[in-house]
């Protein structure tokens, strides 16, 4: 078992949703806000708060007239568990402190949010504590049915995902067949375990890919399937050690999956990403590193993973032509569009066939390159957006779009969210978030 290091792993805490969350609040409480008794912001401060950071419930949909409804008709900060999550650890962490009846950031939260032992410490306090208190049955009855809280369902599961090889996989019900004590018939007791993992799954410990089904009640979970991150290792790798179990650490992550090598990688910087590469490369040789990335970069929310991807395999790209130029025919779009990057960067084809790349798969390769430069708070994709050498969204992707084409992508409605909310051209911005609604209405 291999760790990235400290300050690599630091870069994915602040990353993870709820530390993310907590940090954002914790400075926007400069200089200082009201406080109610019970330690939380009016709900005046809140409705901006939830707007500025995108605290939104899940299942609410996009639509800037349901958000505002639904913003307007809050009483309380109480009904916004994505506000009251992340401020009660803000809180808890001492990112922010309450003085006569004020919230302000802690002194020096920005010195100490660069230090990596401080940031990983906050994490695994966060990590810990969601393992104690995320709850499985959503009707929260006190005190909790026997066999439904994080500590019953949680350390059996990470041990079983954290010995596993490197890159498993394995989905819920395997999961609760094979890691879980529960006196709970299997259906209920996979329904229970997908609520815990949800809430650790804001400390990005775990991954979910979960595709829900039509069903209703007992055995209508859906399918899922649960991978634990590089920071999720570590902090199993904590928990272990803090209860005298023995972990022992390998120096290479020349036996990772390809789905945590190049999530590992993609915290590294460029010339460092190079050097794990090769190893990795040697193992397996072109043709293989080729099919085990292909089979991990194809969901929503991987454009960064698919960019990494795409570095790794221009290494050996000489040696993927044949398998490059079949895997633009994929039923996959995000690895159709990884296999076209690869080629345009190869230096292997003619104008001609750049002209046919760009003309067959240009609008993907463009989603996916937006993707990967966006972060949880895209406090950087401004400068991106209008930096030399970024491709033209308005040309390549907005100027008379495929919308069946672009619906296929999976992160083509992310980007163009995120365009309608920092592309610096009003109208780009106006015609983003006008394909948007269409793409949604096609639904």
């Known amino acids: 078992m291999s760790l990235l290091p400290s300050d690599a792993l630091a870069r994915m805490a602040l990353d993870s949703p709820l530390l993310c969350d907590a940090l954002s609040l914790a400075r926007w409480s400069a200089p200082a806000i009201p406080v109610t008794p019970h330690g939380v912001p009016g709900i005046d401060d809140a409705r901006t708060a939830i707007t500025r950071f995108a605290l939104w419930p899940p299942d609410l949909p ?40 004020h919230a302000r950031p802690a002194p020096e939260l920005e010195r100490r949010a660069r230090d990596p032992e401080q940031v990983l410490d906050w994490w695994f306090r966060e990590f810990e504590h969601t393992i104690e208190h995320a709850r499985g049955d959503l009707d ?20 079983h995902l954290y010995e596993a090889p490197d890159g498993s996989r394995p989905d819920l019900d395997t999961l609760a067949r094979e890691a879980l004590l529960s ?23 775990v991954a979910l890919d979960h ?16 991978e634990l991150t590089a ?4 902090g199993v790798r904590r928990l272990l050690l803090e209860v005298g179990i023995h972990a022992p650490l390998v120096d290479t ?8 090598f190049l999530d590992a990688l993609s915290v590294l910087p460029f010339e460092e990403r190079l050097t794990e590469a090769g190893p990795w490369l ?12 292909s089979e991990v970069v194809s969901g929503p929310g991987l454009a960064l ?58 609008p993907w390769v463009v989603i996916d390159m937006i993707a990967a430069a966006m972060t949880p708070d895209n406090e950087d994709l401004t400068e991106f957006l209008t930096a030399r050498g970024t491709p033209d969204v308005q040309r390549s992707v907005l100027e008379a779009p495929d919308p069946v084409r672009l619906a296929a992508h999976p992160d083509t409605l992310p980007v163009l969210d995120a365009l309608a909310r920092h592309h610096p051209d009003p109208g780009t911005a106006a015609r983003a978030r006008e394909l948007a609604r269409r793409l949604r209405e096609r639904r």
Do not use: K
Request: hydrophobic share 40%; with cysteine.
């Open 183 to 205: 006196p709970a018939r299997p259906a209920r007791a996979a329904e229970r375990l997908l609520h815990v993992l949800w809430q650790l799954s804001d400390t990005g410990a």
């Open 282 to 293: 040697d193992r397996r040789g072109p043709a293989e590193a080729l099919r085990q990335i």
């Open 211 to 226: 595709r829900p089904s039509a069903a209703q009640g007992p055995g209508g979970h859906g399918h899922c399937t649960v």
């Open 231 to 234: 920071l999720g290792r570590y």
């Open 305 to 362: 993973r698919r960019w990494v991807g795409t570095q790794i395999l221009n290494t050996t790209s000489s040696e993927l032509e044949p398998e490059l130029r079949s895997l633009l025919h994929s039923p996959r779009p995000a690895v159709a569009s990884m296999a076209a990057v690869v080629l345009l960067s190869s230096g292997m084809l003619t104008q001609r066939g750049i002209d046919r790349v760009l003309g067959e798969h240009g």
């Open 62 to 101: 996009c639509l800037i007239t349901e958000r505002a409804t639904w913003l307007g008709g809050l009483h309380s900060v109480a009904e916004v568990a994505h506000f009251v999550v992340p401020w009660s650890a803000a809180l808890r962490l001492g990112l922010v402190e309450i003085d006569d009846a």
């Open 140 to 159: 929260r009855t006190e005190p909790p049915v026997p066999g439904t809280t994080g500590p019953d369902l949680l350390p059996g599961v990470l041990r």
């Open 253 to 260: 992550l020349a036996e990772a999956g390809a789905a945590r």
